[in-house]
């Protein structure tokens, strides 16, 4: 028996729409605006800074904005502290945001001195570029105030992701 080519041509097209269909059904594209770490170093402190992302509510397939600014500081001295951390946008003509750091001592991963852990609250930022300043004052009273800059850049990245194979590998 032999197809006519309208015919045949029909037959391609329904098959590549009902594939189109099923891709669309089972698989999710997500959407990542992250940041890649930043890292400062000050006479012989060690800052590293991350700007994370959070799933959103309404579109639980992007990760984006509120960020939560984190910054690991370790090879301290006890009562080493930061002050007037800053964000700075790329853009210039946005204004800089002061978050407000909450410290959390911790013990540090090797034996090189004390270290400590800054985790702000959500910051609604625009998703661009930025740079973290700041000054690191070593020990109480004393009068040693060293400044410290680091860039923190944007990375964009997505991926089809299938979520129904996700939740069943969770269980």
């Known amino acids: 028996m032999r197809t006519e080519p309208g015919s045949f041509i029909l037959i391609l097209l329904g098959i590549a729409t009902g594939v189109f269909a099923l ?10 605006y992250d940041y890649k770490p930043g890292e400062c170093r ?7 800074a991350r700007l994370t992302g959070d799933f959103a509510s309404r579109q639980p397939a992007t990760r984006g904005s509120p960020y ?7 090879n301290t001295l006890p009562g080493d502290s930061l002050e007037d951390v800053t964000l700075t946008p790329e853009d210039i003509s946005a204004r800089p945001v002061t978050p407000l750091l ?5 013990e ?3 034996t090189s001195g004390k270290a400590f852990h800054l985790m702000s609250d959500p910051l609604p930022l625009a ?28 990375k964009y990245r997505s991926e089809w992701r299938a979520p129904w194979l996700d939740a069943w590998m969770s269980v």
Do not use: A
Request: charged share 30%; glycine share 4%; aromatic share 14%.
């Open 23 to 32: 891709w669309v059904m089972l698989f999710d594209r997500y959407t990542y």
């Open 42 to 48: 000050v006479s012989g402190v060690v800052l590293q």
């Open 68 to 74: 939560r600014l984190s910054i690991d500081v370790s």
């Open 102 to 106: 909450k410290r959390y001592d911790r």
């Open 108 to 110: 540090p991963s090797d």
């Open 127 to 154: 998703f661009e570029s930025y740079t973290l300043t700041g000054t690191l004052r070593r020990e109480p009273n004393s009068p040693e105030q060293l400044r410290f800059s680091c860039e923190i850049d944007r």
